[in-house]
C-alpha cells in the first residue's frame, strides 16, 4: 500500500511497520494505539499526526516518516495452525551478568568457575536453561560488550577450558546453555580493526567510514561517529566509541560471524542471545535521520537501522548456515521492534529468530531510563497483554521484568522497598503465568533492589558515565544530575549477586570491582533459603506450578480486567487458571476474586480484599 499524506492513520496501521512505528511514535507521546484502533481518530489522515503530537513533530517530520514507511520491508508470516510444541516455550531461563555472579578466586570479579559452583543453586529453581552474558575476550569498555577475540575468554573470567566446563556441567544437570554473541560491533581493538587502521582495504570494508559524520547519535551519548586519522574517516559505532559497527553488506563479515556462531555451537553451546542483532542491517548511504523521529523512537537515526532493508535476509542466513543444522535456540535483542514487525522475524515459519526480546514496557509511556517520574506499574499492562494476545499463535512470547541493562523493576515500582516482599512475588506472579518463556535475571528470585549509590565514583558502567558528563555539561543542578543517573543506571543491576550476609556479600572474600548492596544484611540467598515465606522459595513454588500444568504454558490467555488498579486474567485449556493482581498499594474490593482458596497467593491470610499488590493464582472447575 502506497501512503501519502492523505492516508487515514487507520489503513496506516494496518502493515506491520505502519502499525508499529505509528504505535511506537504514540507511545514516546504518552498514547495508546487504541485511540486510532478504536475511536474516530482513526479517520484522521496521516498528516495529522502533527496536531495530535502537540506540534511535536512537524512538517518535515511527517515527511520522513511517510518516507521512512514506504521504505521498510512489509512481509506478513503465513497463518499457522496451532502452537508448535518445543523445548524453549516450556523451559525457564536465568540470565547470569559473569562479573558480578560469583568470584572464585577472589580477585573481586566474577568467573566462570565461579557460575559452575552455583549451578546447583539455578537449577534448585527449577531452572532449564542459562543465558550468559559475554565471557569473550575483550578490554572490556563496556563490560564484555566490547568483543576483541570471539574465540578467547577473557582473563578475568577464566579459559577456554572453563567455558567447555560450565557447557557440560549445564548439560549434567539438564540445563542448556545459550552465549551472548555480539555481531553488531567488535571491539577497537579486535584484529580486523587493527587491520582496517593500518590501511588493509579488505579490513576497511569491515566497518563502516564516513569522511563526514552524519547526525546519528550515539546510544551512549554524544555522535555515533568517531574520527581516526590513521584512515583520515570517522567509523560508526552506535555504542561505546570503542564498540566499532562492523559492516554486515559485506558477506565476508557475515561469513566470519557464521564461523564464530559454529565454532561456539559445534563446542556445545544450545544457542545464543544476539546483542542488539536487530540493528545489523543499515540503510544504504547511510542517511541523516529525522531528529525528532528518531528520538520519539529512541535515538537519531535508528530509523534507518532498527529494521534495516536487509535485516530479515541476513537473519534467514544465519539461520541456514548455523542455527538450522544445529537445532540452535536464538533470543535475538530488538529494541524498536513492535509486535508486527516483530512477527516477521520470529514467525515459526521464517526461519529467522526463535524468540525476541522487546522493551516497551520496561519504562512508562513517554518515558525513558533517565527521566524523572513514577513508574506505574498498571501502565505497563497493555503492552504485556498486547504481546500475549496479539503476537499470533506463530510465535511466543519472552517474559521478563529485569536484566543488566535496567534498574530493578521491583525498586521502579516500590522505591521505598515498603512493599518489598509483595511487589517481588507479584512480579514472579506475571512472569510465571503469562504465556511465553520468563526470563530470570540473577538476583530477581530473591528481590535484589536498585542500590543507593551516592557519588558519580562509584559507578562504573560507560554509559551511566557518558551520560553524567553530557548532562552535567547541559544546565541541570547537580543534584538533577544526580536523580537521573540514579533513575536510570544500569549499574543498579550490576552489583554483587547477593550470597549471604557477611561482608561482601558472600560473593566475593575481597573488595568487588563494584558497590555491594548494604541491604544483603536482609537480602541474600542463604536467608531466604531457610524461610518458607521467602521470594526465593515463592519463585520456586511457582516454576513447579507451571511444570505440573502445561495449561500455564500452553494454555490460551484471556484478558478479564486490566484497569489502573486490578489486572484479571484467564489461562485455560482443560484446566483453567484465574491469575487476579492489585496493581496498587491500596486494598480493593473486586467482585472478580474468588471465595475459593487460590493455590499461590503472596498474603497467606484470607481476605475478601484484594490487598496491597496481591497477586493470586486459582484453579476455577
Ligand atoms: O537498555 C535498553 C533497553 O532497556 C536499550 O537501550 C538496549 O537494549 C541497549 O542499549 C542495547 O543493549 C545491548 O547492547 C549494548 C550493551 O551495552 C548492553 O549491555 C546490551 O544488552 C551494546 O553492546
Ligand atoms: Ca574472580
Not at 506472579?429 to 538476583?443: D, W
Request: net charge negative.
Amino acid at each position: 500500500m502506497e501512503i501519502t499524506r492523505k492516508t487515514r492513520l487507520k489503513d496506516v496501521i494496518k502493515t506491520p511497520s505502519g502499525h508499529d512505528i505509528i504505535a511506537r511514535l504514540l507511545y514516546s507521546l504518552g498514547m495508546d494505539l487504541d485511540v486510532i484502533r478504536k475511536t474516530p481518530l482513526g479517520l484522521l489522515k496521516i498528516g495529522s499526526l502533527k496536531s495530535l503530537s502537540m506540534g511535536k513533530l512537524n512538517d518535515r517530520s511527517i515527511d520522513a516518516l511517510i518516507a521512512l514507511l514506504g521504505s521498510l520491508n512489509d512481509e506478513e508470516a503465513s497463518e499457522s495452525e496451532g502452537i508448535n510444541e518445543t523445548w524453549w516455550k516450556e523451559a525457564v531461563f536465568y540470565q547470569v551478568y559473569p562479573r558480578s555472579f560469583k568470584d572464585s578466586n577472589s580477585d573481586g570479579i566474577g568467573d566462570i568457575p565461579g557460575i559452575i559452583e552455583k549451578l546447583d543453586y539455578i537449577r534448585s529453581l527449577g531452572v532449564d536453561a542459562i543465558w550468559c552474558s559475554p565471557f569473550f575476550d575483550s578490554p572490556n569498555a563496556d563490560n564484555g560488550y566490547d568483543i576483541r577475540d570471539y574465540r578467547e575468554i577473557m582473563p578475568e573470567f577464566g579459559t577456554l577450558d572453563d567455558v567447555k566446563r560450565l557447557i557440560s556441567e549445564c548439560h549434567i544437570r539438564g540445563m542448556k546453555l545459550i552465549i551472548d554473541l555480539v555481531m553488531n560491533h567488535t571491539s577497537d581493538e579486535h584484529e580486523w580493526f587493527r587491520k582496517a587502521l593500518a590501511g588493509d582495504p579488505q579490513y576497511m570494508d569491515y566497518y563502516m567510514w564516513k569522511d563526514t559524520p552524519n547526525n546519528w547519535t550515539s546510544f551512549f551519548a554524544g555522535s555515533a561517529w568517531r574520527y581516526f586519522s590513521e584512515t583520515d574517516k570517522y567509523a560508526l559505532h552506535l555504542f561505546a566509541d570503542k564498540q566499532i559497527d562492523l559492516n554486515w553488506d559485506n558477506p565476508q563479515v557475515r561469513k566470519e560471524m557464521y564461523d564464530i556462531a559454529n565454532f561456539w555451537l559445534d563446542l556445545g553451546a544450545d544457542g545464543f542471545r544476539l546483542d542488539v542483532v536487530s540493528f545489523i542491517s543499515k540503510k544504504e548511504g547511510l542517511p541523516d535521520g529525522d531528529p525528532t523521529i528518531g528520538k520519539l523512537i529512541s535515538f537519531t537515526g535508528i530509523e534507518h537501522y532498527f529494521h534495516g532493508p536487509h535485516l530479515d535476509e541476513y537473519l534467514r542466513e544465519f539461520n541456514r548456515e548455523c542455527l538450522a543444522p544445529h537445532g540452535a535456540y536464538t533470543v535475538g535483542e530488538c529494541p524498536g521492534n513492535g509486535i508486527m514487525m516483530s512477527r516477521m522475524i520470529t514467525g515459526n515459519d521464517r526461519e529467522e529468530l526463535s524468540q525476541l526480546f522487546s522493551f516497551d514496557h520496561i519504562d512508562n509511556p513517554g518515558k525513558k531510563r533517565f527521566d524523572l517520574y513514577d513508574f506505574d506499574p498498571s501502565k505497563m499492562i497493555p503492552e504485556l497483554v498486547r504481546w500475549q494476545t496479539e503476537y499470533s499463535d506463530r510465535c511466543w512470547p519472552t517474559l521478563f521484568f529485569d536484566n543488566h541493562d535496567n534498574p530493578r523493576m521491583c525498586s521502579k515500582i516500590d522505591p521505598s522497598g515498603h512493599y518489598h516482599g509483595a511487589v517481588n512475588k507479584m512480579l514472579a506472579m506475571m512472569l510465571f503465568t503469562m504465556r511465553g518463556t520468563p526470563y530470570i535475571y540473577q538476583g530477581s528470585e530473591i528481590g535484589m533492589t536498585n542500590c543507593q549509590f551516592s557519588d558519580i565514583s562509584e559507578f562504573r558502567d560507560i554509559e551511566t558515565l557518558n551520560v553524567f558528563e553530557e548532562m552535567t555539561g547541559s544546565g541541570l543542578s547537580d543534584s538533577d544530575v544526580m536523580k537521573r543517573i540514579l533513575a536510570g543506571s544500569r549499574d543498579h543491576a550490576r552489583i554483587p549477586m547477593q550470597w549471604n550476609s557477611s561482608e561482601n556479600a558472600g560473593f566475593s572474600d575481597t573488595a568487588p570491582w563494584i558497590k555491594v548492596n548494604p541491604n544483603h544484611t536482609s537480602i541474600n540467598v542463604h536467608d531466604e533459603e531457610l524461610d518458607t515465606d521467602s521470594i526465593l522459595n515463592y519463585y520456586r513454588k511457582l516454576i513447579a506450578l507451571r511444570k505440573q500444568h502445561k495449561t500455564l504454558v500452553y494454555g490460551s490467555f484471556k484478558k478479564l480486567r486490566s484497569s489502573k488498579k486490578i489486572l484479571a486474567y484467564e489461562r485455560a485449556d482443560d484446566e483453567r487458571f484465574l491469575i487476579i493482581i492489585n496493581l496498587t498499594p491500596n486494598e480493593i474490593r473486586s467482585s472478580l476474586k474468588p471465595l475459593s482458596r487460590p493455590l499461590i497467593s503472596n498474603y497467606s491470610q484470607p481476605s475478601r480484599k484484594l490487598m496491597p499488590y496481591e497477586a493470586s493464582v486459582y484453579m476455577i472447575s
